[in-house]
C-alpha cells in the first residue's frame, strides 16, 4: 500500500496554516507585553498552546501515515527529512506540493524562532533563556 500522498499534502497545509495561527498570536502576545497586559497575555499564552497542540495533532497524523509499513515508513520518513530545498522538482504533483509547503513552513519557523527569542529576551530581561546561552 503506498502512502496516501494528498492526504499527506493536506495534513501539511493544515499544520502550515496552525502554525501561521501560533505566528498571529505571537504577534499579539508580544504587543500584550509591550503594554504589560498581564491578562491578554496569559488568555493569548493558552491559546497559543492550544494551536501549537493542534499542529502537534497534525504531525502526529501524517506519522500515521507511516504506520502501514515499512516502505510507506520510508516514503514519508522521505517526505518529512529531504532538505525541502534541494529536492528537485518530479512529476508527481502531490510531492511537489509537499515540499512547496514544507519550504514555507520552514520559513515560517524560522522566523517565528526569532520572534520567540526577541521576545524572551525582552521580557526576560538577565533571566532570559537566551541571554544565557550567549554568555
Known sequence: ???????????????????KRVDELTDELRSAFDRHDEVSASLLLDMRAEEIAALDNCSG????????????????RRLMHDDPFAVPETDCW??????????????????????????????????SYYRTKEK
Open 1 to 19: 500500500m503506498a502512502v496516501d500522498l494528498e492526504r499527506m499534502m493536506l495534513l501539511l497545509q493544515k499544520r502550515y496554516n496552525y502554525l
Open 61 to 76: 497524523q501524517i506519522w500515521d501515515l507511516a504506520g502501514a509499513g515499512k516502505a510507506e515508513a520510508r516514503e514519508v
Open 94 to 127: 502531490e510531492e511537489n506540493k509537499i515540499f512547496e509547503v514544507r519550504r514555507k513552513t520552514v520559513r515560517l519557523l524560522e522566523e517565528l524562532q526569532e520572534k520567540d527569542r526577541r521576545m524572551n529576551l525582552s521580557a526576560g530581561g538577565e533571566r
